[in-house]
């Protein structure tokens, strides 16, 4: 076998391995608060070029007729409690007679996270989320969430 067909595979690795910060999960402490008929996993947080993404799901609890939930407000917390930034995410229709309970949310943003900080998550009501929340996430993150973005 000539050896450039022996080089390509530890090349193509090289540079899939130089790439690894893009899409990585962040460990950063998040919350979420639902509602009785829908339920709001806390935000999944990846490193994209342009900054964070946030990610998360909201699913249908019940056969209940209340239409879903049309946005989701995301608060950057300080660690003193204080919310610093806000950013919203679309959340797609949840039909009741469909084939379908759950649907995703994402948000870009350009946050930058210190330690103690947190990222809080719930249904936009105009107002800010509880900090203690009542009703609390039921569902995980969707793991296809973090798409790599190119720089």
Same mark, same amino acid.
């Given at each position: 076998?000539?050896?450039?067909?022996? !080089?390509?595979?530890?090349?193509?690795?090289?540079?899939?391995?130089?790439?690894?910060?893009?899409?990585?999960?962040?460990?950063?402490?998040?919350?979420?608060?639902?509602?009785?008929?829908?339920?709001?996993?806390?935000?999944?947080?990846?490193?994209?070029?342009?900054?964070?993404?946030?990610?998360?799901?909201?699913?249908?609890?019940?056969?209940?007729?209340?239409?879903?939930?049309?946005?989701?407000?995301?608060?950057?917390?300080?660690? !003193?409690?204080?919310?610093?930034?806000?950013?919203?995410?679309?959340?797609?229709?949840?039909?009741?007679?469909?084939?379908?309970?759950?649907?995703?949310?994402?948000?870009?943003?350009?946050?930058?996270?210190?330690?103690?900080?947190?990222?809080?998550?719930?249904?936009?009501?105009?107002?800010?989320?509880?900090?203690?929340?009542?009703?609390?996430?039921?569902?995980?993150?969707? !793991?296809?969430?973090?798409?790599?973005? !190119?720089?």
């Amino acid at each position: 076998m000539p050896r450039a067909f022996i !080089a390509l595979p530890i090349v193509a690795g090289l540079l899939v391995a130089g790439c690894g910060t893009v899409g990585d999960s962040v460990t950063v402490s998040s919350q979420a608060s639902g509602s009785n008929y829908f339920s709001l996993s806390r935000p999944g947080v990846y490193k994209i070029a342009s900054g964070l993404q946030l990610a998360g799901r909201v699913c249908r609890r019940s056969r209940t007729t209340q239409l879903s939930p049309p946005r989701v407000r995301l608060e950057h917390v300080s660690a !003193a409690g204080d919310v610093v930034e806000t950013s919203h995410a679309s959340v797609g229709a949840i039909y009741r007679n469909a084939d379908q309970p759950c649907s995703d949310y994402v948000a870009r943003v350009t946050w930058q996270i210190a330690d103690g900080e947190t990222v809080r998550a719930c249904f936009d009501r105009s107002h800010a989320c509880p900090a203690d929340p009542s009703v609390k996430a039921v569902v995980s993150v969707p !793991a296809s969430a973090a798409e790599p973005v !190119a720089p």
